[in-house]
């Protein structure tokens, strides 16, 4: 008897992206090793983006080679582990202006300035984070193969 699908479908594979906090970021580093990293991230027109400082090991492999793969997963017992794994290629995007967007699609989403998320008008957003934009690079995933898994979906049937 053939496994059951426990592949996400397209909205899933969204709503799931859209819930989840963290992502783990793996980029070839110069030994050829992978050399991972947790990011947190914004969709922006259904593709995952996150930013970094553009001196960072991470963003340095990047520029390298763009491929990269990436990864959100949660639960704990079997019958609850849900992922997605993104392979892509990146497109680094040093212009302060969007990394600046997206520091703000950010602190809408994280705690960056204070203990909750919050929505930063224009001259909030330079204050907090303008002097950092021109020293950071964007990074927006484009990939090439998701792979989904939801064992919910099991029922209790492995």
Same mark, same amino acid.
């Not at 819930?19 to 259904?46: C, F, K, Q």
């Not at 002097?131 to 492995?158: C, E, M, Q």
């Given at each position: 008897?053939?496994?059951?699908?426990?592949?996400?479908?397209?909205?899933?594979?969204?709503?799931?992206?859209?819930?989840?906090?963290?992502?783990?970021?793996?980029?070839?580093?110069?030994?050829?090793?992978?050399?991972?990293?947790?990011?947190?991230?914004?969709?922006?027109?259904?593709?995952?983006?996150?930013?970094?400082?553009?001196?960072?090991?991470?963003?340095?492999?990047?520029?390298?080679?763009?491929?990269?793969?990436?990864?959100?997963? =949660?639960?704990?017992?079997?019958?609850?582990?849900?992922?997605?794994?993104?392979?892509?290629?990146?497109?680094?995007?040093?212009?302060?202006?969007?990394?600046?967007?997206?520091?703000?699609?950010?602190?809408?989403?994280?705690?960056?300035?204070?203990?909750?998320?919050?929505?930063?008008? =224009?001259?909030?957003?330079?204050?907090?984070?303008?002097?950092?934009?021109?020293?950071?690079?964007?990074?927006?995933?484009?990939?090439?193969?998701?792979?989904?898994? =939801?064992?919910?979906?099991?029922?209790?049937?492995?």
């Amino acid at each position: 008897m053939a496994r059951k699908d426990i592949s996400m479908t397209e909205e899933e594979v969204a709503a799931f992206l859209g819930e989840s906090r963290n992502i783990e970021v793996a980029t070839l580093g110069p030994d050829g090793w992978p050399h991972v990293a947790p990011m947190w991230y914004s969709m922006r027109n259904g593709l995952v983006a996150f930013r970094s400082f553009t001196k960072s090991q991470k963003i340095v492999n990047l520029q390298r080679d763009p491929r990269l793969t990436l990864l959100a997963e =949660d639960g704990k017992a079997y019958e609850e582990l849900r992922g997605i794994m993104i392979k892509g290629e990146a497109e680094l995007v040093d212009d302060p202006v969007v990394v600046l967007e997206l520091y703000g699609e950010l602190a809408a989403r994280y705690p960056m300035v204070g203990e909750e998320p919050v929505a930063l008008d =224009d001259d909030a957003l330079e204050a907090a984070f303008g002097r950092f934009a021109p020293k950071n690079t964007a990074v927006i995933v484009h990939p090439t193969t998701t792979v989904s898994w =939801d064992h919910t979906k099991l029922a209790g049937a492995y």
